[in-house]
């Protein structure tokens, strides 16, 4: 499968509790994003790479989160001290380089789920 | 923050019905973009319209872009109950970065044998 992976799928966890999620982009794309969506809500974007340099951060992503991509290729996105409210899917998405403006598909993985109890 | 609104909310419709979703944007766009969301899965995208397009098709679905009203509209013609997902538009704005998309609200289609 050549496709976006994020590892785990779901994840139950007690609030206070650090979580870690891993993606996987598509191989040959270098920008790589990370979007949250709660329950009957679209995606909300939270911060997005270009190669290892993460380029921008969104302000729904306070101190308590983190994300990296070391060398380019795979990324995790940390929550310390999870809270009730940090429940919600949290989305990997990939892009290829070279798109301009006026292009701009993105392409998901399947998602992590995160319950905080 | 979302980008915009999408209506309605939810539709029902049953097989072989066409759907239509509107999708309402608030700033200046590159893009607009549709996907689709099966029940607990990630997106897919379905079509792209760039900011100097009135409409565009692909297979069944047909979306039209007024930028003078901000708004977008998707139609699916012939629906089948594979259709059934949830449809979100997401837009490219001129000063984002890289090629980040802020979505909409999303419409929950439901499509009936």
């Known amino acids: 499968d050549t496709g976006v992976s994020q590892d785990p799928r779901h994840k139950i966890t007690k609030r206070g509790q650090n979580v870690t999620f891993r993606c996987d982009p598509i191989?040959?794309?270098?920008?790589l994003y990370w979007y949250r969506q709660t329950l009957g809500q679209g995606p909300e974007f939270l911060t997005y790479?270009?190669?290892?340099?993460?380029?921008?951060k969104s302000r729904l992503l306070s101190d308590r989160f983190s994300a990296e991509r070391p060398k380019g290729s795979f990324s995790t996105l940390e929550i310390q001290r999870t809270e009730q409210g940090d429940s919600a899917m949290y989305l990997c998405?990939?892009?290829?380089?070279?798109?301009?403006?006026?292009?701009?598909?993105?392409?998901f993985g399947e998602g992590s789920r995160l319950t905080v109890l | 923050s979302q980008q915009g609104e999408e209506d309605p909310q939810a539709l029902s419709i049953q097989e072989g019905e066409n759907a239509t979703m509107n999708c309402s944007y608030k700033?200046?766009?590159?893009?607009l973009q549709w996907y689709r969301q099966n029940s607990g899965r990630g997106l897919v995208h379905l079509i792209l319209?760039?900011?100097?397009?009135r409409e565009k098709h692909s297979g069944r679905l047909r979306v039209t872009l007024d930028t003078s009203k901000k708004s977008s509209s998707l139609l699916i013609t012939a629906s089948r109950a594979a259709d059934t997902a949830s449809y979100f538009c997401a837009t490219v704005v001129p000063t984002g970065g890289g090629n980040k998309l802020t979505f909409g609200t999303g419409t929950q289609l439901k499509v009936e044998l």
């Open positions: 998405a990939s892009s290829p380089s070279g798109q301009t403006a006026n292009t701009g598909e993105l392409f």
């Open positions: 700033t200046s766009i590159n893009n």
């Open positions: 319209i760039r900011s100097n397009e």
């Open positions: 191989s040959e794309h270098n920008r």
């Open positions: 790479f270009q190669n290892e340099a993460q380029l921008e």
